[in-house]
């Protein structure tokens, strides 16, 4: 049986599980697996029992559509306990791309556990020259996507506040590297991540906080006027979009 580190640093909840997707993945891809990982909320201490994901990633020594095809049954298994689809990588493709995804690399190399294999993640060399263009690109392509997205939904309170829920979420990463950008010092933590981005960027970042504490289900913004969330949202967006210009 193949060896398996550091299982203990995962949360309790999700051990069993992970140790057995890893074990039965193995069997699938033999020696052809070089490293496998555990990311996102998982590794980071910001897991949610029966709310977040257990994201996993495998960097193969080659990767072909059969190594997908083969893992089929297997992920399919593994939804229930709420495994993503691993994120298939190799050595070459990590080299090419680093450049193109600097912001998910880095929060890859920060934030992984290494439960078999070598770890790759860790020496990967990200630079974060690339990081500016990126945040900027993303956050004003995203500020255009919640707008137009109000358009379409704007009168529907049930889709106002996934809008805003999912926009939030998907920004998160973003607001991380913002933060890297003048401080060598990122937290994990997301609640501290909104509070370190509102004193770097002089933003009211409280609607960041409401909006993330709702989906975590521990304060409900769902009975006030989602359409001021909404524009306090959009705010903030804009007044990062200008300082990232």
Same mark, same amino acid.
């Given at each position: 049986?193949?060896?398996?580190?550091?299982?203990?640093?995962?949360?309790?909840?999700?051990?069993?599980?992970?140790?057995?997707?890893?074990?039965?993945?193995?069997?699938?891809?033999?020696?052809?697996?070089?490293?496998?990982?555990?990311?996102?909320?998982?590794?980071?201490?910001?897991?949610?029992?029966?709310?977040?994901?257990?994201?996993?990633?495998?960097?193969?020594?080659?990767?072909?559509?059969?190594?997908?095809?083969?893992?089929?049954?297997?992920?399919?298994?593994?939804?229930?306990?709420?495994?993503?689809?691993?994120?298939?990588?190799?050595?070459?493709?990590?080299?090419?791309?680093?450049?193109?995804?600097?912001?998910?690399?880095?929060?890859?190399?920060?934030?992984?556990?290494?439960?078999?294999?070598?770890?790759?993640?860790?020496?990967?060399?990200?630079?974060?020259?690339?990081?500016?263009?990126?945040?900027?690109?993303?956050?004003?392509?995203? /500020? &255009?996507? *919640?707008?137009?997205?109000?358009?379409?939904?704007?009168?529907? !309170?049930? %889709?106002?506040?996934? $809008?805003?829920? +999912?926009?939030?979420?998907?920004?998160?990463?973003?607001?991380?590297?913002?933060?890297?950008?003048?401080?060598?010092?990122?937290?994990?933590?997301?609640?501290?991540?909104?509070?370190?981005?509102?004193?770097?960027?002089?933003?009211?970042?409280?609607? /960041? &906080?409401? *909006?993330?504490?709702?989906?975590?289900?521990?304060?409900?913004? !769902?009975? %006030?006027?989602?359409? $001021?969330?909404? +524009?306090?949202?959009?705010?903030?967006?804009?007044?990062?979009?200008?300082?990232?210009?």
């Amino acid at each position: 049986m193949a060896e398996i580190k550091n299982i203990q640093q995962l949360p309790e909840s999700v051990r069993t599980h992970v140790a057995k997707f890893i074990e039965k993945f193995l069997e699938l891809h033999g020696t052809n697996v070089l490293s496998f990982v555990v990311y996102g909320s998982a590794a980071s201490g910001n897991f949610v029992p029966k709310v977040s994901d257990i994201n996993v990633a495998a960097v193969l020594k080659i990767l072909k559509f059969a190594d997908l095809k083969k893992s089929l049954h297997l992920v399919k298994e593994s939804k229930h306990h709420r495994i993503t689809p691993p994120l298939f990588l190799t050595q070459e493709y990590i080299q090419q791309s680093l450049d193109v995804f600097p912001v998910e690399f880095l929060d890859l190399k920060e934030q992984h556990i290494l439960l078999y294999g070598e770890d790759v993640l860790s020496s990967m060399n990200v630079d974060v020259r690339h990081l500016k263009l990126f945040c900027e690109e993303q956050i004003k392509g995203k /500020l &255009l996507r *919640v707008r137009q997205s109000y358009l379409e939904i704007g009168l529907n !309170a049930r %889709g106002k506040e996934a $809008l805003l829920k +999912e926009s939030l979420h998907s920004l998160i990463p973003v607001f991380r590297n913002l933060i890297r950008l003048g401080n060598p010092s990122v937290p994990s933590g997301k609640e501290d991540i909104f509070k370190i981005l509102g004193q770097d960027y002089g933003i009211d970042s409280s609607v /960041l &906080l409401s *909006v993330y504490r709702d989906r975590m289900n521990d304060e409900r913004i !769902a009975g %006030g006027d989602i359409d $001021l969330y909404l +524009e306090k949202y959009l705010e903030v967006l804009e007044k990062l979009a200008a300082k990232v210009d």
